[in-house]
Structure formats: C-alpha cells, structure tokens
T-cell receptor, first 110, second 114 residues
Framework: GQQVMQIPQYQHVQEGEDFTTYCNSS?????IQWYKQRPGGHPVFLIQ?????EVKKQKRLTFQFGEAKKNSSLHITATQTTDVGTYFC??????????FGTGTRLQVFP | DVKVTQSSRYLVKRTGEKVFLECVQD?????MFWYRQDPGLGLRLIYF???????EKGDIPEGYSVSREKKERFSLILESASTNQTSMYLC?????????????FGPGTRLTVL
C-alpha cells in the first residue's frame, strides 16, 4: 500500500544548529502538508505545498516540495528550544485520506 | 478557530470493558477521523466519516467501531478493551473531502487498558 516515510526518526541538536527532516512518498502526491506536535500535545497544521518544486518559508522554517511531487523537506535554521517536537508530513492517499509520515522527533539542547 | 474536543484526556479501563471515546467539533466540518498514535508507528487511521451516519474503515479498524449520529460528534467504541489497545487516541476533523484537506486535531485521550 501507499507509504510515506520520514527520516531521520530522531534528531538531537544543539540550540543554534540547523535541522532538516525528509519525507518520501511511494506515490506522487497532489499536495504535501506538514504538522508539528509538541511533547504532550496534538498535531497542529503548519503549511501545505501544492506545486512541483514549491518552496515556502515561515520565519526560520523552510518547506520544499520535490519536482516529482514524491518528496518534501522541512529545514529549520538556527534551532531554538521552542522548536522541540515531532514533525509529520502528510499527503493524500488513493481514497482522499491523509497518509501521515512516520514523523521526526526533534530534541534541542540549550 | 476550529475547536475539536475529546471527552477525556486520560482514561484507565480494565480488559473486557466497553469503552466510549467521544469527539466533538464546532466548525460544521463534514469529515471526522479517529487515529491512534504509538511510539515509532506514527498516526494510524482507525475509522473516518464523511457524513452523518456514514463510516469507513481506516487502516486498523479491528477491535473498534464508530458512531456518527450528529454532524459534530464522532464516537469511537472499543467493544471489549484489550491491553494492546493501550494508546493515545486522536480525533480530527476537516472541511473538504477533496484532496484530503487540512486536519484539525483534538487534544487526545491517553487510554490505558489493564
């Protein structure tokens, strides 16, 4: 079945370092969404990318959708302790359901 | 702002009990979803509903059922709880069926089955 994988599963960084998580789908996606889940919290929508090669920025976060619309990345510049959490990508499945990636848990040490 | 609420943040039940998890959304969304979240496994879809009295199985429906009698309310039922159903349960809603619209999540219910 359709799968959405993310790497790495965990990432520990020192505050101020950059961080990147990668999302790969087994099939072409019409769009990709990114969510953030703080420890003890619930997933919260961050952004949606629709176009091939699209790049969007939210302050220190840069989101990219691959040219083939099968992969995506989230890059955080100069991480802060407030960036701690699990980041999920998600894309539409064959039956219009969202397929969530496995998530990348980010830990930031001060 | 969309608000999705779940009936309990924490729940402890015994094996064999019938368990009801309730979810309510206040934005008149058509679609509602139930996921379970386990370490290393991400979010797995249990059931979803595109309309009142309508339900569809997700990826892991075994051991669960659902009920959607009103548009704003979506209930997850564990007919006979088992220890392997100990998990975090997340409810979500979205407004547009096409292209899997943005989902809004409730705070989650952490269920422990003893």
């Amino acid at each position: 079945g359709q799968q959405v994988m993310q790497i790495p599963q965990y990432q520990h960084v020192q505050e101020g370092e950059d961080f990147t998580t990668y999302c790969n789908s087994s099939t072409t996606l019409s769009n990709i969404q990114w969510y953030k889940q703080r420890p003890g919290g619930h997933p919260v929508f961050l952004i949606q990318l629709v176009k091939s090669g699209e790049v969007k920025k939210q302050k220190r976060l840069t989101f990219q959708f691959g040219e083939a619309k099968k992969n995506s990345s989230l890059h955080i510049t100069a991480t802060q302790t407030t960036d701690v959490g699990t980041y999920f990508c998600a894309g539409p499945g064959n039956t219009d359901k969202l397929i969530f990636g496995t998530g990348t848990r980010l830990q930031v040490f001060p | 702002d969309v608000k999705v609420t779940q009936s309990s943040r924490y729940l402890v039940k015994r094996t064999g009990e019938k368990v009801f998890l309730e979810c309510v959304q206040d934005m008149d969304h058509e679609n509602m979803f139930w996921y379970r979240q386990d370490p290393g496994l991400g979010l797995r879809l249990i059931y979803f509903s595109y309309d009142v009295k309508m339900k569809e199985k997700g990826d892991i429906p075994e051991g669960y059922s659902v009920s959607r009698e009103k548009k704003e309310r979506f209930s997850l039922i564990l007919e006979s709880a088992s220890t392997n159903q100990t998990s975090m349960y997340l409810c979500a809603s979205s407004s547009d069926r096409v292209a899997a619209d943005t989902q809004y999540f409730g705070p989650g219910t952490r269920l422990t089955v003893l």
